[in-house]
Each structure stands twice: as C-alpha cells, then as structure tokens.
C-alpha cells in the first residue's frame, strides 16, 4: 500500500496556460476523488468516480475544468486557461466502494498562477 | 444545505494538557463523520472514522465522539505533544451524496 499518489506537487503557470495534475489511488480503491482547498480552508469538493464513471462534479468545476479516469485506475484533473483564482491545493483521494470506508487523501498538488 | 463550523478556529496550549476540538453539523442526515489532520502545506492524514451509528472512536491518544441527533462531533486529545501542532478538520459524509464537507479547521499549537 503505497497511498495516494499526486503529480505535480507543485506547479507555477502563467495565467491562460493549460496544466494537467495527475492521482495514481490506492491500489484497489474503485472510488477516487478530487478536492480543491484554499488556504484557511477546508476541501471543496470537485468531483468523483467510481471506477471510470465520473458519477458526481461539482458546480465549482466550470467548463475550464475536465477530469477523466480512463480505465478505472490513475485520473487527470486538467485546467484550460488558467486565472488567478484556480491558485490553490488540489487534493485528491479514494476509497474502497461503500460509504461506510475510509477516505485517504493524498499530497496534493499546489497551483500558482502569476 | 450541510455546514460544517469548527470550533475553537485556533488553540495554543502547553505540552501535556488535554484538550477538545469541537466540530458541529447542520443536517443530521449523515453517513459518518472523519477526523483529519493536515500539516502546513500538506494533505489530509485520516485519524479517526465514527460511523452514524456509533457514539465513539479511539486510536491512542485520540477520541472522538459522535451525537448525530444534536449535530455535533468532539475530538478529545490527551497528553498533549509538541508533535500534535497541526489543523484538524471534521467532515461529515453525506447519505445522498458520496462526498465530505468539511469544516474550516481548528489550528493547533502545543509548545513545550
């Protein structure tokens, strides 16, 4: 069990660039999830799957904001045109199916855009 | 709408005390609660998991306690360490949703 894996850890973009954070989850967790955190504040949540369904997004990813999870395994969170206001910690975590198990959450990714 | 509120938002508190963050929840229509930990510029470290059906958890110096039905949530750590400087946050997991909402955090501090 190697936990959550997140890369980048951290990313520093030019505002309109394009960047792409990638989670490799806990072998054998179909449940993964993407948080966004900003600093003072707790995780907002983003979005989820199970397996490669995206089952749940948030109104919080617009339409600059895509996550996909191609085959169940590792996922991308990518953000197309960045602004200022996407500086923040993308949290990613997962789970084992059910509602009654743990959520781990990896390192996180850190964007800055200047 | 869920809101999760954390209360005290900071502590400061000497090596050894023992001490109660308190978390509390508008809608008691939970699944569970998590405590998390989470140093500076870190991710979430899992400390303790009450399912709704549960009044209580331990794990070591750590216990936390669940009243669904009043909407609150306490983690009660003992022998305060050094170590222990962290924020810690409550999220509560939702029976309609599979996502956390999570509180603002408490700020700990425990100086030798």
């Known amino acids: 069990d190697t936990g959550v894996s997140q890369d980048p850890r951290h990313k520093i973009t030019k505002r309109g660039q394009n960047v792409t954070f990638r989670c490799d989850p806990i072998s054998e967790h179909n449940r993964l999830y993407w948080y966004r955190q900003t600093l003072g504040q707790g995780p907002e949540f983003l979005t989820y799957f199970q397996n490669e369904a995206q089952l749940e997004k948030s109104r919080l990813l617009s339409d600059r904001f895509s996550a996909e999870r191609p085959k169940g395994s590792f996922s991308t969170l990518e953000i197309q045109r960045t602004e200022q206001g996407d500086s923040a910690m993308y949290l990613c975590?997962?789970?084992?199916?059910?509602?009654?198990?743990?959520?781990?959450f990896g390192e996180g990714s850190w964007l800055t855009v200047v | 709408k869920q809101e999760v509120t954390q209360i005290p938002a900071a502590l400061s508190v000497p090596e050894g005390e023992n001490l109660v963050l308190n978390c509390s929840f508008t809608?008691?229509?939970?699944?569970?609660l998590q405590w998390f930990r989470q140093d500076p510029g870190k991710g979430l470290t899992s400390l303790l998991l009450?399912?709704?059906?549960?009044r209580e958890q331990t794990s070591g110096r750590l216990n936390a306690s669940l009243d669904k039905s009043s909407g609150r949530s306490t983690l009660y750590i003992a022998a305060s360490q050094p170590g222990d400087s962290a924020t810690y946050l409550c999220?509560?997991?939702?029976?309609?949703?599979?996502?956390?909402?999570f509180g603002t955090g408490t700020r700990l501090q425990v100086f030798p």
């Open positions: 999220a509560v997991r939702r029976t309609v949703s599979d996502k956390l909402i």
């Open positions: 975590a997962s789970s084992l199916p059910g509602l009654e198990n743990t959520i781990y």
């Open positions: 009450i399912q709704s059906s549960q």
């Open positions: 809608d008691s229509a939970i699944y569970n």
